[in-house]
């Protein structure tokens, strides 16, 4: 009796350990309310990192592509995957036994998702890279940002599956027999000939004609459309940096897809979508890990002190200037304000044992002078001028060095000398 309980708890642990192996949900890493989109970015990334090619003789890494992509295969599809959240693999074998194979090539299903990528053949084509410049706030790059961005992308079209036809017959070109070209001889004279290799007309140089051509690609086998990217920004990334998407390229199945390569451009504040509080962090400006700013200052400020300034950061903490009374400041005076400068990059980014240093940031002061002034102060500033001019006041023509101007001359008629 003993031995009977035992058995049937190693049976019930062994049913557990197939079952947690198969709940697809888990390989790919998401719950069970995850839209087709966080589908597809699953098996995008994990597609990539267990794809054999990339990890030679690793027998684990094999057969967890496998399992990565016969999840896809069952959640991408909202019939199956009603299924499967019904019945679970049980149900969604039995289905795919009643006349629906579920179960493709894995390297084929990769090939078809990144576009002729399955096994990085050699002599395979390969399409070329495509570059794209995001514009991305000041602020977003002091604290990073995970967002999104559309681009129209070249992908192999759905519906017949990269084919062109409707129906999935694709025939030998009866023209050029298969190879996309055809030799036409011209007589030149009598007895002679010349031979010209010329792209086939007939199938365009595919080799291949349609006879029912697809109604969403017209017989194309590819589409564009907009194609929504993630874009993960770490805190304190450099301007003008790159991100390169493995195979996220213009997709064919005519060759292996090439790389989405995004640099990260700096642009411009707007006031009225990025600033509508009209904070003081749009105002700020970079330069590598360093911060700048100028601050205004009036003539009584500059040269009396007394003054306090409140400066909202790109994180929205605040960061104090000020001068006590009887502390000048000059014009283009700048002060080195340590440690609130940009977030210098590191690789362990926001890791819980990484603390981030900061640049520096430097504040120069603006001071304005008064345009007008009314009489009476006009007044009484001159007196004090004329009064602290005589007394500790500094000739700044004699302590220069310039030679005195010539005294004006006049000629016998009145006139300034030319």
């Known amino acids: 009796m003993l031995l009977h309980g035992a058995v049937l708890l190693l049976l019930c642990v062994f049913a557990q350990l197939i079952h947690c192996a198969e709940d697809f949900y888990k390989v790919l890493g998401i719950d069970r309310q995850a839209s087709d989109k966080q589908i597809k970015s699953a098996y995008r990334q994990l597609s990539k990192k267990y794809h054999p090619d990339k990890n030679p003789g690793d027998d684990t890494a094999q057969s967890k592509f496998v399992e990565v992509s016969e999840a896809y295969e069952a959640l991408i599809d909202p019939e199956s995957r009603k299924i499967y959240d019904q019945y679970g693999h049980e149900g969604l074998k039995q289905h795919s036994q009643g006349g629906r ?26 399409g070329h ?33 990269g084919t062109g036809s409707s129906d999935g ?107 509508p509080d009209h904070v003081d962090g749009t105002f700020f400006r970079r330069k590598g890990n360093d911060l700048f700013w100028r601050e205004v200052l009036s003539l009584r400020e500059a040269w009396m002190g007394d003054w306090t300034r409140n400066i909202t950061h790109l ?36 890791s819980v044992y990484h603390k981030f240093q900061f640049g520096k940031l430097y504040v120069e002061y603006i001071v304005v002078l008064p345009d007008q002034m009314a009489s009476g102060m006009e007044k009484d500033f001159w007196s004090m001028w004329q009064k602290w001019r005589k007394e500790i006041g500094v000739d700044l023509h004699k302590d220069s060095g310039r030679p005195d101007p010539p005294e004006p001359s006049s000629s016998p008629e009145g006139k300034d000398e030319l």
């Open 101 to 126: 194979s579920q179960h493709h090539d894995p390297f084929d299903l990769f090939s078809r998702f990144f576009g002729g990528g399955g096994h990085y053949q050699r002599g395979t084509p390969r």
């Open 315 to 350: 994180d929205g903490h605040v960061v104090r200037l000020g001068r006590k009374r009887g502390e000048v400041v000059q014009p283009g005076h700048v002060d080195t304000v340590e440690n609130e400068g940009m977030p210098i990059w590191s690789e362990e980014g926001d």
């Open 169 to 275: 017959v694709v025939e030998t070109c009866h023209h050029c027999k298969g190879h996309g070209v055809r030799i036409i001889k011209h007589q030149l004279a009598p007895g002679m000939f010349q031979q010209v290799q010329t792209q086939c007309d007939a199938c365009g140089g595919r080799g291949k004609t349609i006879k029912h051509k697809c109604p969403i690609c017209r017989g194309e086998r590819v589409i564009r459309k907009p194609t929504t990217v993630s874009l993960k920004i770490d805190r304190g990334a450099a301007r003008d940096s790159r991100l390169v998407y493995e195979n996220e390229a213009d997709a064919s199945p005519d060759w292996i897809a090439g790389d989405l390569i995004v640099t990260l451009t700096e642009k411009e504040p707007d006031m009225e979508t990025e600033n």
């Open 129 to 161: 890279n495509i570059e794209i410049k995001v514009g991305i706030s000041l602020r977003d790059f002091y604290n990073g940002r995970e967002t999104e961005f559309q681009w129209d992308k070249q992908q192999i079209c759905e519906e017949c599956d």
